[in-house]
């Protein structure tokens, strides 16, 4: 049964209010998700950073001893130095690999600005395309005129 003109615009304040909502939790989740990204990385960057210091405390000891003598003690000092920047570069490396998963815009921002251009009547995108594509397809069924469903 179709609406009249009358339902159809008693119902828009109220479909505007949840559009709206549906936006503001879509941004909040996409903002926690990337806050999340970041806090990870960081994390995984500060835990670098740790084990950097004792790197070059290693690598101190490493010099020194080598300098002093050119036996076992800087060779084992040198092993665990190698070993603690091997950690440091892995640790790094995912931490940063991390933080650029969580980079970029967000998608509710330019979902909201469609819907701006929409309610103003200019039904494009701020990219030039049509918020409608967005859309899923519909498919309709029409009869034909000898009964039978295309």
Request: zero cysteines.
């Amino acid at each position: 049964m179709r609406k009249s003109l009358g339902e159809l615009l008693a119902e828009t304040p109220g479909l505007i209010v949840d559009l709206i909502k549906a936006e503001v939790d879509h941004l909040k989740a996409e903002a926690a998700a990337k806050a999340k990204g970041y806090g990870i990385g960081a994390g995984l960057l500060a835990g670098a950073g740790f084990f950097a210091v004792f790197l070059f405390g290693w690598l101190l000891v490493a010099a020194f001893e080598g300098l002093n003598e050119a036996f076992a003690p800087w060779l084992s000092a040198l092993l665990v130095s190698a070993f603690l920047l091997l950690l440091v570069g892995i640790l790094a490396a995912v931490g940063l690999a991390s933080i650029n998963r969580s980079k970029g815009g967000f998608e509710t921002v330019d979902s909201l600005k469609d819907d701006v251009n929409m309610v103003k009547g200019l039904g494009h995108a701020g990219d030039g395309t049509s918020p409608l594509d967005d859309l899923p397809a519909r498919t309709t069924t029409t009869t034909t005129t000898d009964g039978g469903a295309r």
